[in-house]
Every structure is written in structure tokens, then in C-alpha cells.
């Protein structure tokens, strides 16, 4: 993937360095609108500890959450002194950073900024908003919560931003498809992909439906669908950047796709239990993830995202 040419954005938060976490104590999973979707680590992590440990996956989840809960009422207006403080204090680290993984986050954030200021008017008659880009190293605060390196890269829209610790770059080449470039892109892409969901109000909806839900297993299909068309919205922003820019080939794709494969909820329980629980996946198979990853990309197209309608 070439991207030393493209721009930086500038709606970037480097705190890496700051060991303050924001005050915020406790397991502090984050949550997409409070309803339960975890970050893209955060799956992976808790998943390989209960079938390690032969815990039902569900149980620390759902335990995960209630400590959320529970954290969000008892320190809400710690957070926001807390946050007031920290946002002072690393004022001085917004924009763009100067090393070489920040400009690398700088550019791919620029180019998704670029594509879908243009393709969400073009296509949905909205206005975009950019969200901001957190970077931080080992734990920080966050609109849903506190924030750690765990649970991988996440989008919360109670601040509408982005968290990413990259060393979960690191992770992905040992342990996610081997990585690269436009793997990490399509990374960030995906968790950009859910901050257009929740422009389209689709994040709203989906939460008022999995508090209607009757069962664990109906929820967490909803939050498949969810995660499946952050995948498709992902490729959609590589179909216009591709051919916008014409800075990836065929080879990045296929890094991206094995990506998408190594995370798929099937790869992950096959790995650390020898078999899959279908009703307790949050962000579906390996071959749904791979197959709506190219759906964006072959169609490129907001519409073509629909997995409510399949």
C-alpha cells in the first residue's frame, strides 16, 4: 500500500505516553452505544480466556458489561473531570504525530475522511463528520469507558471517536493474518465503518433492538450484523480509495482478506476450544467476514451493505 504521498489528517489525539487510563479503574470494557458491542480485540481476548479457562465466553461478557454499567453511574462526573484534566494535558499532542505509525495512522484516516466526504453525500445525502482518532498506549479514558490495549481497536459514539493502541498492529502479524499495511488499514477502516452507522442512525436502532431482544443468541446476531456491515462499509471506502488514489493492488486486498479470516468468531472458538458455539458469535464467521469485505469492494456502495436484509 502506497500512502507516504496522501495527506494527514489532523483529528488525531496522541496519548501515548500518558499512563493516567483517565482515572477509570476496573475491567472497563467499552460499548457501542451501551449495547454491548465490544472493540475488535476485545472479542478475541475474553473469548480465548473463558475457552482457556473453560468458561462460557457469554459469562465474562456479560459480566464485562455489568461492571460497565455499573462504573458509568458511579463515576460519570469523575470522567468528565478527569477528562477535562487529561484533554489539557495532552493538548499539546493533537494533530498530526510525527512519527512514522502516526503518519501512517494520519494518512489512512485522511484518505477515509477524503472518500467518505464525498461518497456519503453522493449516496445518502448526509453530510460527513469526521470522527476524531485516539492513539494511546496501554490504557486510557474514553467517552464509553476506560479504554485498554486488550481489547483492540474500538469506536465509541458517545464522543464519536476512534480508540486504537497499535500494538495491536503487532498482534495481527503474529497472531491475525500476518498484517500489512492495508490489513492495518482496513482495521481502521472498520471501526471508521461503524462511525458511518451511527451517522445513518443504524447504531441507534440496533441497540433499542437488542434491548428487545428476548435471548443472548438474538443479541449477539444483531451485533453480527452490525460488525458484518462495518466489514462491508470498510470495503466500500477501499472500492472509492482504490479508485480515487490507485494506491493498493490486489496483494494488499489479500492481506486484508486473510485478516478477515483469522478473526472470524468460527477461526477463534475452532482455536482455543476445537469447536464453534454459533449462537454466542458477536462478529461472525471467517468466510461471512471475508464474504461482505468484498461485497464493499466489488459494489462499493453504501446500499450493498445491508445485512439486515439477508
Known amino acids: 500500500m502506497d500512502w507516504q504521498d496522501l ?3 489532523d483529528n488525531i489525539e496522541d496519548r501515548r505516553g500518558d499512563d493516567s487510563g483517565g482515572g477509570l479503574g476496573g475491567i472497563g470494557v467499552p460499548t457501542l452505544g451501551g449495547a454491548g458491542h465490544l472493540g475488535l480485540g476485545a472479542i478475541i481476548v475474553l473469548g480465548l480466556i473463558g475457552w482457556a479457562l473453560g468458561i462460557d465466553p457469554r459469562v465474562l461478557i456479560g459480566g464485562a458489561e455489568m461492571i460497565e454499567n455499573g462504573q458509568s453511574s458511579q463515576s460519570g462526573s469523575q470522567l468528565s473531570e478527569t477528562s477535562t484534566a487529561d484533554a489539557t494535558q495532552n493538548q499539546s499532542q493533537a494533530g498530526t504525530p510525527s512519527d512514522q505509525t502516526g503518519q501512517f495512522v ?3 484516516l485522511a484518505e477515509t475522511e477524503d472518500v467518505w466526504s464525498q ?3 453522493a ?3 448526509i453530510q460527513y463528520e469526521p470522527p476524531h482518532l485516539v492513539l494511546y498506549s496501554g490504557q486510557t479514558y ?3 469507558g476506560g479504554a485498554q490495549a486488550a481489547m483492540g481497536p474500538f469506536y465509541c459514539p458517545l464522543d464519536k471517536k476512534v480508540y486504537l493502541d497499535t500494538s495491536f498492529f503487532e498482534d495481527m502479524k503474529e497472531r491475525y493474518g500476518g498484517g500489512g499495511e492495508f490489513a492495518y488499514a482496513y482495521v481502521i477502516a472498520h ?3 461503524h462511525h458511518i452507522q451511527d451517522q445513518l442512525g443504524i447504531l441507534g436502532k440496533a441497540e433499542a433492538a437488542e434491548q428487545q431482544a428476548d435471548t443472548s443468541a438474538e443479541r449477539n446476531a444483531i451485533s453480527v450484523r452490525i460488525e458484518l456491515m462495518a466489514d462491508c462499509l470498510a470495503g466500500v471506502w477501499a472500492a472509492n480509495a482504490r479508485s480515487k488514489y490507485h494506491n493498493f493492488d ?4 489479500e492481506k486484508a482478506v486473510a485478516t478477515a479470516q483469522a478473526i472470524g468468531d468460527d477461526r477463534l472458538q475452532e482455536a482455543a476450544q ?6 454466542s458469535f458477536t462478529h461472525g464467521t471467517a468466510a461471512q467476514r471475508v464474504q461482505w469485505l468484498n461485497t464493499g469492494l466489488r459494489a462499493g456502495t453504501i446500499d450493498s451493505c445491508n445485512t439486515f436484509a439477508q
Open 191 to 193: 471501526e471508521v465503518g
Open 119 to 121: 461518497v456519503l453525500p
Open 123 to 125: 449516496q445518502k445525502g
Open 142 to 144: 474514553s467517552g464509553c
Open 274 to 279: 476445537g469447536y464453534v458455539v454459533p449462537d
Open 106 to 108: 494520519a494518512a489512512v
Open 250 to 253: 490486489q496483494s494488499d486486498v
Open 7 to 9: 495527506r494527514r489528517s
